[in-house]
C-alpha cells in the first residue's frame, strides 16, 4: 500500500513569511496527526485530527499555525508569519482510528532565515 | 511531558543483542508502552508495544517490569542498519490516543 506522501520536502523561508505543508495519509486511516521535530528532539504533537475534526490541538501555537482537512482526507498545516524558532521537521502521520501503529510519512523540513 | 526517560546514546557490536532501557516511574495502569526508532531523514517507524505483558515480534522483543515502572527493548541481532534514534513512548487514553515522544536514544551498531 501506499504510504504517507507529504509536500514539499523542503522548504526555506525568511521569517514573517507564509508557509503552507501538505500531507495525503494512507487510504482508509481517519485518524491524521501533524507533528514538529526540531533537531536533536523527538516529535511533539502539534494536533490531531479524527476524520475532518480536531481531537487535539493543546501544543499548536495558535497565533501563527493553523490546520484543516476538510474533507477528511489530506490535510494542510499553515504558518504565518514564520519565526526563526519554527525551523524543524513536519511530520504528519496517520492510522486507523482503533489501531495501535501511526505512519509517519517522510517529514518536510523547514529553514526560516 | 514526556513521560519516559531513555540514556541518549547507546553502542552495540554488529551481531549482538541490543538492550535499550526506558524509564516510565509514573506511568498509569491503562498506559501502553510503545517503542518507535526513527533512521536518518526518515520518519519514525513503529516497533512493538505491550501493557503488561511480554512482548515479541520479527522485529524485537520487550519486557516490561512488574511493576510497569520500567521497560527494555531488545533487538536480538543488531544490524548496522539498526543504527537509528529509538523512542520509548507512553500512549495515553483520555477519549483519544495521545504519545508522548521523549528525546529517544541513539543507538550506534559498530561493526
Known amino acids: 500500500e501506499a504510504g504517507v506522501a507529504q509536500s514539499p520536502r523542503y522548504k526555506i523561508i525568511e521569517k514573517r513569511q507564509s508557509v503552507a505543508f501538505w500531507c495525503n495519509p494512507i487510504?482508509?486511516?481517519?485518524?491524521l496527526y501533524w507533528y514538529q521535530q526540531i533537531l536533536g528532539q523527538g516529535p511533539k504533537l502539534l494536533i490531531q485530527?479524527?476524520?475532518?475534526?480536531?481531537?487535539?490541538d493543546s501544543q499548536l501555537p495558535k497565533d501563527r499555525f493553523s490546520a484543516e482537512r476538510l474533507k477528511g482526507v489530506d490535510s494542510t498545516l499553515k504558518i504565518q508569519p514564520a519565526k526563526l524558532e519554527d525551523s524543524a521537521v513536519y511530520l504528519c502521520?496517520?492510522?486507523?482510528?482503533?489501531?495501535?501503529?501511526?505512519?509517519f510519512g517522510p517529514g518536510t523540513r523547514l529553514t526560516v532565515l | 511531558d514526556a513521560k519516559t526517560t531513555q540514556p541518549p546514546s547507546m553502542d552495540c557490536a554488529e551481531g549482538r543483542a541490543a538492550n535499550l532501557p526506558c524509564n516510565h516511574s509514573?506511568?498509569?495502569?491503562?498506559?501502553?508502552v510503545y517503542w518507535y526508532r526513527q533512521i536518518h531523514s526518515q520518519g519514525p517507524q513503529y516497533i512493538i508495544h505491550?501493557?503488561?505483558n511480554n512482548e515479541t515480534n520479527e522485529m524485537a522483543s520487550l519486557i516490561i517490569t512488574e511493576d510497569r515502572k520500567s521497560s527494555t527493548l531488545i533487538l536480538p541481532h543488531a544490524t548496522l542498519r539498526d543504527t537509528a534514534v529509538y523512542y520509548c513512548?507512553?500512549?495515553?487514553?483520555?477519549?483519544?490516543?495521545?504519545?508522548?515522544f521523549g528525546s529517544g536514544t541513539k543507538l550506534n551498531v559498530k561493526p
Open positions: 509514573t506511568i498509569s495502569g491503562n498506559e501502553y
Open positions: 505491550g501493557l503488561k
Open positions: 513512548i507512553v500512549r495515553v487514553y483520555n477519549n483519544f490516543n495521545k504519545f508522548y
Open positions: 485530527f479524527q476524520n475532518n475534526g480536531v481531537v487535539d
Open positions: 487510504s482508509g486511516h481517519a485518524t
Open positions: 502521520a496517520s492510522s486507523l482510528p482503533d489501531n495501535n501503529e501511526q505512519f
